[in-house]
């Protein structure tokens, strides 16, 4: 298994412009995330999903989009890009058994560096 | 509302000697869970180690121990016999239970010295 991959490993983006970070997992989880880490903080949640068509936002959604069309991909939209979306973007993905009362650990891709300038 | 805790910025231990990394957390949740995960400077993100709130047992993967203090609500991480290659940035993390939601500290930066 590939776990949880992302793609591209590295962009820069100038002000204004669009792009769409690529995040699939092949562990046939349900639960996937998006998490944004700023220099020397912890992560921080953009949006979640608990299954194909349903998404949520988390804590910080602003200028992000999401979409779940299949329950492999969660792609990340960022539109308009701006200097304060310059970080480290984390997808993840974790097993959940809704309704059992567990919470299972996540599994992460090695992350998208972007840029904006 | 629900919050992580994580009070040492930077810490430093000798190689071979055990360390134990801090993490409160609060929660009005009852079932929920606690997970420490590793970032070496290689930037991805390892899972370590998981706590379930009903949980009697202290949690132990290999070097890895979660003190589990419950009414404290402490969740810390002690790696025992410490190697060059424990040097990374630890994260405390704590799920619930319905919300599949996960927060997380701001992280410990752990130098083992040789």
């Known amino acids: 298994n590939a776990g949880v991959t992302q793609t591209p490993k590295f962009r820069i983006l100038k002000i204004g412009q669009s792009m769409t970070l690529q995040c699939a997992q092949d562990m046939n989880h349900n639960y996937m995330y998006w998490y944004r880490q700023d220099p020397g903080m912890g992560l921080k949640l953009i949006y979640y999903s608990v299954g194909a068509g349903i998404t949520d936002k988390g804590e910080v959604p602003n200028g992000y989009n999401v979409s779940r069309s299949t329950t492999e991909d969660f792609p990340l939209r960022l539109e308009l890009a701006a200097p304060s979306q310059t970080s480290v973007y984390f997808c993840?993905?974790?097993?959940?058994?809704?309704?059992?009362?567990?919470?299972?650990?996540?599994?992460f891709g090695p992350g998208t560096r972007l840029t904006v300038t | 509302a629900q919050k992580i805790t994580q009070t040492q910025p930077g810490m430093f231990v000798q190689e071979k000697e055990a360390v134990t990394l801090d993490c409160t957390y609060d929660?009005?949740?009852?079932?929920?869970?606690l997970f420490w995960y590793k970032q070496p400077s290689s930037g991805e993100i390892i899972f370590l180690i998981y706590q379930g709130s009903y949980d009697e047992q202290n949690a132990t993967e290999g070097r890895y121990s979660l003190n589990f203090q419950k009414a404290r609500k402490s969740a810390n991480l002690v790696i025992s016999a410490s190697q060059l290659g424990d040097s990374a940035m630890y994260f405390c993390?704590?799920?619930?239970?319905?919300?599949?939601?996960?927060?997380f500290g701001t992280g410990t930066r752990l130098k083992v010295l040789a």
């Open positions: 993840a993905s974790s097993y959940a058994s809704a309704g059992q009362g567990a919470v299972y650990e996540q599994y």
């Open positions: 993390a704590m799920g619930t239970s319905g919300t599949y939601k996960y927060i």
């Open positions: 929660t009005s949740d009852q079932s929920y869970g």
